[in-house]
C-alpha cells in the first residue's frame, strides 16, 4: 500500500521559514517523480514545486527564489524548504508522486496518482 506522509507545516512569521517533508512508503521514491501542492481557504489546490527522478527542479513563479524542493532518496523523503514566506504562502500542502508525468503538465495535479494528506502553514504576525 503506497502512502505519502507530509509534515513540517506550522505557524510562522511572515519573512520565516519552514522545511516540509514527504516520506514515502509502499514505493521507491527514486522511481517517481514528486511534487508539492498548496490549497488556500476558498481557494483551488495548485502545483507549487517539482523534482524528477533525475533531480531536474521546476518550481511555480509565486514561490521561484524563495523554496527549494529536494529529494534524499536514501530516506524515500522528499523536502520543501520554504524561505522569506508571505500571508499569501498560507495554505495546506501535499506532496503527489507519479512514475511519469508530461514534462509541459509537471505542475497539474492529474499528472500525479499518489497523494499524501497534507500539512498546514500558516504565515501570520
Known amino acids: 500500500q503506497v502512502q505519502l506522509v507530509e509534515s513540517g507545516g506550522g505557524l510562522v512569521q511572515p519573512g520565516g521559514s519552514l522545511r516540509l517533508s514527504c516520506v514515502a512508503s509502499g514505493l521507491s521514491l527514486d522511481d517517481y517523480d514528486i511534487a508539492w501542492f498548496r490549497q488556500a481557504p476558498g481557494k483551488e489546490r495548485e502545483g507549487v514545486s517539482y523534482i524528477s527522478n533525475k533531480e531536474a527542479t521546476y518550481y511555480a513563479a509565486s514561490v521561484r527564489g524563495r523554496f527549494a524542493i529536494s529529494r534524499d532518496n536514501a530516506k524515500n523523503t522528499v523536502y520543501l524548504q520554504m524561505s522569506s514566506l508571505e500571508p499569501e504562502d498560507t495554505a495546506e500542502y501535499y506532496c503527489?508522486?507519479?512514475?511519469?508525468?508530461?514534462?509541459?503538465?509537471?505542475?497539474?495535479?492529474?499528472?500525479?496518482?499518489?497523494w499524501g494528506l497534507g500539512t498546514p502553514v500558516t504565515v501570520s504576525s
Open positions: 503527489a508522486a507519479s512514475a511519469w508525468v508530461y514534462i509541459n503538465r509537471r505542475l497539474h495535479m492529474d499528472q500525479y496518482a499518489f
